[in-house]
């Protein structure tokens, strides 16, 4: 099967024999757009078809996904379908003994040629995957290759690397959303969790896939002098993002002090970005975390952010722009609603590995441990990320064995001591945040804290939510921790 009207008839067929339901015309219309990854979204499917947008929207195109999803064994969006079919057709080629349902409703003759078809299909698939092996989308998972080197954790896990477990759904929105004029992305999660490294993968599926512009504007960067100017901030903006994108223009021009920063810093994109570039920007704002440091510049800020989203609805220049916002900690200063950029878009929060990720990411260190020594480590750690890969790699490399490990995880000759002393520094920095932290390590059961303590702890991964309240978020932290400030407070 070489053309598309092949390939989709196929997949038709497959629906019928698994599901019993024939897809309708307006169905068909969806799936041959979605094969083809046409930008096109329901409303304008509809209007070319005479429909209103919700009949697509709320009806035809849910169930095409539906049946799609029962067909092939898992989710189906218009983001997977090619992955998911190639898999489908994959896993069914390498089972020697499987043969298609035989259906009442279709003739020797028409089963034969779909049994034909598949494996031409099938042969098709293999061929490809074996030519495109070496030059994979960087953003997709990989499996590790017997007796790879294991590159050492970093704060981020490389866009090619093995290593990299995916977020449930998560990544797959974020994939959907940014092709969404005026999208806005919010991620959020503790320090290591894992927020780099998803906005990456979503940065490269942009550029990649999409062909989009990227830039990434990272607020550690910043002079200190500029996160406390709310002028020089928004010029350091401009001037790195016209950089990044190569092209040309003197801030000057558009920086007039009457007008203001926020309306000069406007002008300025509009004109030098907006309005030069012909494709849809990505902009991921990463550790935006620096500027809630500073409460009076991050509500200008972010009531810019707002406003930039606001525009995406109304101007056609605007709708380029889509915004991926990543940050560490929640945003605690006040913001009015309707300049708050807290209550658009998607939000994602990312959560501890659970048991299936961590065995995962085990088994692509090609290691073997126990069920009770991976949920010993998965207790020990919370499901951290970086924690997780980090026992994995000294397991690996054999530096340690997994007692040893246990043994000297919560001390300072571990393989943790660099997260627990640095954790450790910036407690010290604030005796009030280590009271606090002191209330939840000697609490047996969940507590309430002031507010603005329990995001900084949160954001410092050493402590997790239930409801309004919280507990210490790993053994490790509890075993560590307990001893430090114990000593501090009971000399």
Known sequence: MD???????????????????????????????SWNKSKKTYEQIAAELGYAGSYIKQGVGPKLWRLLSKTFGEKVTKINLHSVVNRWIKSKANQQSYSFKKSPQLSSKKQAELESAYLAYAESVNQENKKESSCKCVYEDKKPLAGADLEFPQDSVALDSALYISRGNHEERCYQTILNPGAFIR?????????????????????????????????QQADSSILTDFNRLLRWICINLTRQLKL??????????????????????????????????????????????????????????????????????????????????????????????LNVGLRIELEPFNKEQVQELMLRHQLDLNADDLNKLTNLVGGHPYLTRLAFYY?????????????????????????????????????????AFKAVLDADEPIALEQIQGFKLHSMGLINYHGNQVFVSCDLYRQYFQEYLNYKFNR
């Open 3 to 33: 053309n598309t009207d092949e390939i989709l008839e196929f997949i038709e067929n497959i629906i019928f024999i698994n599901t019993g339901e024939h897809l309708n015309d307006t169905q068909k219309i969806i799936l041959e757009e």
């Open 187 to 219: 991620i959020k999660a503790p320090r290591q969790m894992g927020k780099t490294s998803l906005m990456n993968r979503v940065l490269a599926y942009a550029a990649k896939e999409e062909k989009y512009k990227t830039a990434l504007l990272h607020f």
């Open 248 to 341: 040309e223009s003197d801030i000057n021009d558009y920086w007039d002090e009457e007008l203001g920063s926020k309306m000069s810093c406007n002008l300025y994109i509009q004109a030098c970005v907006l309005q030069q570039i012909d494709s849809p920007l990505v902009l991921a704002l990463e550790e935006v975390n620096e500027i809630i440091e500073h409460p009076q510049i991050a509500k200008e800020f972010f009531s810019l952010l707002r406003f930039w989203h606001e525009r995406t609805k109304a101007d056609a220049n605007w709708q380029k722009l889509r915004l991926i916002m990543v940050h560490s900690t929640e945003i605690y200063i006040p913001l009015d609603i309707n300049q708050s950029p």
């Open 395 to 435: 397991l690996k490399c054999q530096e340690l064995t997994f007692t040893e490990l246990l043994e000297t995880a919560a001390t300072d000759a571990g393989i943790y001591r660099d997260v627990l002393q640095r954790n450790l520094r910036l407690l010290y920095k604030d005796n009030e945040l280590v009271e």
